[in-house]
């Protein structure tokens, strides 16, 4: 009889928990699934929704021609190198802000507030602004630099630079957001590893290089990760900052994606660059996870 | 036992029912044509929408009908009137089409003809040779063009007498004015791809270049081309050095404020509207419109807009209705005399108050010959092709070679895969 009870209670158990868990995918099923499903379907097309007697099955073309098309390849690669730069710079600078801000002075509080300012900007209004302040001749950073004697930069005007500017522009807004994740982290630690280490005569570098960051170490991957995928989607700073100019200096993915399935309203080649488009960032955050699960076996 | 109605009482019944019926004669009287239906009509933000909203108050007192203009910028216009049409969207009653979108957007547009037949509209008004450019595709009247922009420049009266007419003259000019050393420019250029393209098309077709033949051949690999190229790149070296990343707004700007002597540009949406306002301009009384110089012909971008009715809609009649004030004579007086709005019609053009403007030039364009680009549902993709290599040519980032076979190559793969309809010429470039 207590076997059967049991047996009762754990199929009433898994019958309630997908009770509970049903609302969720019935959600990601009507947002997520059915879309990119109908998306991947559509790549098979040619299909411009403004010419629905153009319409053919092609197969795999679409896909074909985005290996061939020059401007998606450099797409590619101007987007895996803006997030690698801008990433590497969010990461290297926040983790040091994070360090500085991890005593307890009022201070420190004070400035997490204000460096939050730049993190609540939204990504539009944060691109005009900087659009007006980078203008190589009526923008104010250039008129404080000529008075290091530095003359007038092209921020956004020379294709050598412009890339490196956007850059520039994605840390100043995400590098609060990485520095207060990895504040959490540090003062999440337990006290006792610092008191230890600094009772052990640990310099201040030991206890960061040796205790600080491996800890932390999961916390930074997944920011990483969440970093990398957004630096991957950016589409707002570089639509108003560029329109992805000069040339194709600064063009991107999403941007890309944008113009050839809302300006062109080519769907069928859209969806297979965002099909795609989603496959690399699937991989991309199997690997960061893959990595966070090595190092948290490795922290114990 | 029955009882009768008294004569008193049955007077009293019909005095009541007829002040009923005269109080419905009358409200039936007052009563507007179309009370209590709405339009929405869809604009460029710029001029035209201004203008739109300044008369939907009067449509509606005319009318009974109220007006909702909603406005877009030029570089989001498309897609937002092209995802609506497209799907067969009814938000919209009315939408004011680029002449450029007319041959994607002309499958789900509203015949006009049995409403200009029916309210006998003056066609015999609009410019000859416009209305196909801008309205009229595939032997239907999809909208009413209401304005007509030749591409034309803007130039400092005071340190330009004549403005050349050929390219070398051009250049010479350029060099005398030129003076980056106190931050003066010979000319004022929006860099950026979605204008600058227009820049190259003006003289890439003034030199006698075509992107294809009427049979719709590509003949992008050209001389003409080539040396197009090579002129739009050589205006950078008089340029501010900050114009690759200008658009229109901020090389406007410059020529008003004085640091340019020559502007490239579209003068009716920013350098006519201010520049003799003494609290945007510094230029104010030495500027003026010019020509684009040129070698073979005279011709020049057109840009076009006409208003038309999405097979979707909802409220035709009012649609129509709007249509006729919207592009009738009185009202293009006033959008030239207030919003620089460039008329279509030949009558409003003939007009002493028109005629002796500061704007009065582009007529001259428009005789000259005012082209547009593929007309066909191909041409918003041609035209990005245009953009992208000609950016890429003149910030350096691609040698001429591959510009021009970049071009070449991209219309023969649109042609191949979206060619247009059998019977269609290619009337543009």
Redesign the interface.
């Known amino acids: 009889m207590l076997v059967t009870r049991t047996l009762y209670q754990s199929r009433t158990d898994k019958a309630l928990s997908w009770v509970f868990v049903l609302p969720v995918i019935l959600i990601l099923l009507a947002t997520a699934f059915i879309p990119l499903g109908w998306g991947l379907y559509l790549s098979f097309f040619r299909y411009k929704l403004n010419l629905p007697s153009a319409t053919a099955f092609i197969g795999l073309k679409n896909y074909l021609d985005i290996f061939s098309d020059e401007l998606t390849l450099r797409s590619l690669r101007n987007n895996a190198v803006f997030a690698g730069l801008s990433v590497s710079v969010e990461l290297l600078v926040g983790i040091v802000l994070a360090m500085i801000l991890s005593d307890d002075r009022r201070f420190s509080r004070v400035l997490v507030s204000i460096l939050m300012v730049p993190m609540i900007i939204a990504p539009v209004v944060a691109g005009t602004l900087w659009r007006m302040m980078l203008d190589r001749t009526y923008g104010v950073v250039n008129y404080l630099l000529s008075f290091l004697g530095v003359p007038g930069i092209s921020w956004i005007g020379d294709p050598k630079i412009a890339l490196y500017t956007i850059v520039l522009v994605d840390a100043w807004q995400f590098i609060p957001f990485v520095a207060v994740l990895v504040l959490s982290s540090i003062k999440a630690m337990p006290r006792s590893f610092l008191d230890a280490a600094r009772v052990d005569g640990a310099s201040p570098w030991k206890v960061f290089w040796s205790i600080i960051l491996p800890v932390t170490s999961p916390v930074i991957i997944i920011v990483a990760m969440l970093r990398f995928i957004d630096a991957f989607k950016v589409f707002d700073t570089i639509f108003v900052m560029t329109g992805g100019g000069p040339g194709n200096a600064t063009e991107m993915l999403p941007t890309y994606i944008y113009r050839q399935g809302i300006k062109f309203l080519n769907i069928g080649y859209s969806s297979a660059t965002a099909v795609l488009f989603v496959i690399l960032m699937s991989a991309i955050a199997l690997v960061f996870q893959r990595l966070r699960d090595r190092q948290l076996l490795r922290i114990g | 036992m029955k009882t009768r109605m008294s004569p008193s009482s049955t007077g009293r019944l019909i005095s009541i029912a007829l002040v009923l019926l005269l109080v419905v004669a009358g409200a039936a009287i007052g009563q507007k044509k179309f009370a209590g239906k709405s339009i929405r009509v869809l604009y460029f933000s710029a001029t035209y929408a201004d203008a739109a909203k300044e008369y939907a108050k009067e449509f509606e007192a005319q009318t009974g009908a109220k007006v909702e203009v909603v406005d877009f910028p030029y570089?989001t216009l498309?897609?937002k009137m092209?995802?609506a049409?497209?799907?067969g969207d009814s938000s919209y009653d009315a939408v004011t089409p680029a002449c450029q979108w007319d041959g994607?957007?002309e499958?789900?547009m509203t015949d006009l003809t049995p409403y200009i037949n029916r309210d006998k509209f003056d066609s015999n008004d609009i410019i000859p040779g416009l209305w196909e450019q801008s309205g009229k595709w595939n032997n239907h009247i999809m909208g009413i063009p209401f304005s007509n922009t030749p591409q034309t420049l803007a130039y400092r009266t005071d340190l330009i007498k004549k403005m050349p007419t050929n390219w070398d003259d051009f250049f010479a000019l350029c060099d005398k004015l030129n003076n980056p050393a106190k931050?003066f420019y010979a000319l004022a250029i929006p860099?950026?791809?979605?204008q600058f393209d227009g820049l190259w098309m003006m003289v890439d077709w003034s030199i006698g270049g075509r992107w294809a033949d009427k049979n719709w051949n590509v003949t992008i690999d050209s001389p003409e081309t080539r040396k197009s190229l090579d002129i739009a790149k050589r205006w950078m070296k008089y340029a501010?050095?900050?114009?690759?990343?200008?658009g229109l707004g901020?090389s406007d700007a410059?020529f008003l404020n004085g640091n340019a002597a020559i502007a490239f540009s579209w003068p009716t949406l920013g350098i006519a509207p201010n520049g003799d306002d003494p609290a945007k301009s510094k230029v104010v009384g030495k500027w003026a419109i010019g020509l684009i110089p040129y070698e073979k012909n005279g011709v020049t971008v057109l840009s076009s807009w006409d208003i038309g009715i999405p097979k979707a809609a909802i409220n035709k009649d009012v649609a129509w209705e709007w249509i006729k004030m919207y592009t009738s004579k009185e009202k293009q007086l006033i959008n030239f005399q207030k919003y620089s709005i460039l008329p279509s019609r030949i009558s409003v053009w003939a007009l002493p108050q028109v005629k002796n403007s500061k704007l009065y030039p582009h007529w001259q364009a428009s005789q000259q010959g005012a082209v547009i680009w593929w007309r066909i549902?191909a041409g918003?993709?041609a035209e990005?092709y245009v953009r992208?290599s000609v950016?890429?040519y003149i910030?350096?980032?691609?040698d001429q070679d591959k510009a021009v076979s970049?071009m070449e190559d991209g219309f023969k793969k649109l042609l191949a895969?979206?060619p247009p309809a059998k019977g269609v010429l290619n009337t543009g470039r």
């Open positions: 570089t498309y897609e092209g995802l049409l497209s799907s994607e957007f499958p789900f931050g860099g950026v791809k979605e501010d050095p900050a114009a690759p990343a200008w901020e410059a549902p918003t993709m990005t992208d950016s890429n910030t350096d980032q691609w970049y895969d979206y």
